[in-house]
């Protein structure tokens, strides 16, 4: 594929995905908190500081890989990372592949760096990247960790899509030996299970992003890309966040699971920190507030939703992230069901 391919594959990606909204029917509808009617703290009391394995984080946001690779890209890429800096955010950029390629492209990533010196951010790079080559994405934002995203659905419905990957467990394996940041294996948008969970632990990943259906759709995204648009059958392909989350449960002592898809809001944060995750990402939020309102408006966005997560953490007397995960839960029928037949426990 040409250079020039290349860069307009980008910008149909972040179009369609700006254009695109949340699934109307969501697992994190069918939680429910037990209300606790006097709590025992303020909201000034809420703290949330979490700290990870190999850093800490001011707040469990952060902006989740999406741009980069065009010159339009390279413009969003500067306004989050300003955002991200003033908020005290992480940011993950997207697939770095381009400027591996095409040193023309590398601005496009390292403005992220240049807007943000002091911040966490996270390079990104495919799971069948040749290794010395996700040693380079490091370099090129001296990047606190590594995120490798596996995406094969998104492949398969993509005309111009990879084919092959029997390879990509050893590649990974291969990768968090040579790489001297953290590894985080991010899913694209269509869940992880506790077999993937188990894998990914078994050759020494400590970081997965579970990134759940029911957010950014890149299957929808690239069947529109299809000269005859004829794999819109798989739209509901994979689990979701929720999901997700349940499947990682025996293994949040021993990895850090990240979680991203479909968090349309501060309770849906929330939610996802009660079931586990250390921190939550969001993607098409930010990149439709900062290119539609720009980067005031998203920073007051930004400061309003963490103020809502403080609030309900109040009224879940939760001073902390790790408090909430002691937080009472109710499971709807269709969330019970999947806990039931995958067997998982979720009281260990």
């Not at 381009?98 to 023309?104: D, I, Q």
Request: glycine content about 6%; proline content about 3%; hydrophobic content about 40%.
């Amino acid at each position: 594929m040409s250079d020039l391919k290349r860069e307009q594959r980008k910008n149909e990606h972040v179009e369609i995905a700006m254009a695109q909204t949340d699934a109307s029917i969501s697992d994190f509808d069918e939680i429910r908190f037990v209300h606790d009617s006097i709590p025992s703290i303020d909201v000034s009391d809420v703290n949330l500081e979490h700290s990870l394995k190999d850093f800490t984080l001011s707040q469990p946001l952060y902006i989740n890989a999406m741009t980069g690779g065009s010159e339009w890209t390279k413009q969003i890429n500067e306004k989050l990372a300003i955002v991200a800096r003033e908020s005290g955010m992480a940011m993950a950029v997207g697939s770095t592949h381009a400027a591996l390629r095409n040193s023309n492209m590398a601005s496009s990533f390292t403005i992220v760096r240049e807007a943000n010196p002091e911040g966490i951010i996270f390079s990104n790079v495919g799971a069948d990247v040749p290794v010395d080559k996700a040693v380079q994405s490091v370099q090129l934002l001296d990047a606190q960790a590594l995120q490798v995203h596996v995406n094969a659905p998104q492949e398969l419905v993509m005309p111009e899509g990879n084919r092959t990957f029997s390879t990509w467990m050893d590649n990974l394996a291969q990768i968090v030996k040579r790489i001297d940041v953290p590894v985080i294996v991010k899913e694209v948008g269509f869940g992880m299970s506790k077999e993937t969970i188990k894998n990914l632990n078994e050759i020494g990943i400590r970081y997965v992003d579970v990134s759940g259906r029911g957010g950014t759709n890149f299957v929808d995204i690239e069947n529109e890309r299809r000269a005859y648009k004829d794999m819109d059958y798989l739209s509901m392909w994979g689990q979701t966040t929720v999901e997700s989350l349940l499947e990682s449960t025996a293994y949040q002592k021993d990895m850090n699971i990240l979680a991203s898809g479909g968090v349309r809001s501060p309770l849906d944060a929330v939610k996802c920190l009660a079931l586990g995750a250390s921190a939550v990402g969001m993607s098409r939020p930010f990149l439709n507030q900062v290119e539609n309102y720009g980067i005031t408006e998203t920073l007051n966005y930004t400061e309003q939703f963490t103020e809502h997560m403080r609030k309900i953490m109040t009224m879940l007397n939760a001073p902390t992230i790790n408090d909430l995960k002691r937080a009472k839960l109710i499971f709807g029928p269709r969330l019970q069901s999947w806990i039931e037949q995958r067997n998982i426990d979720i009281y260990n």
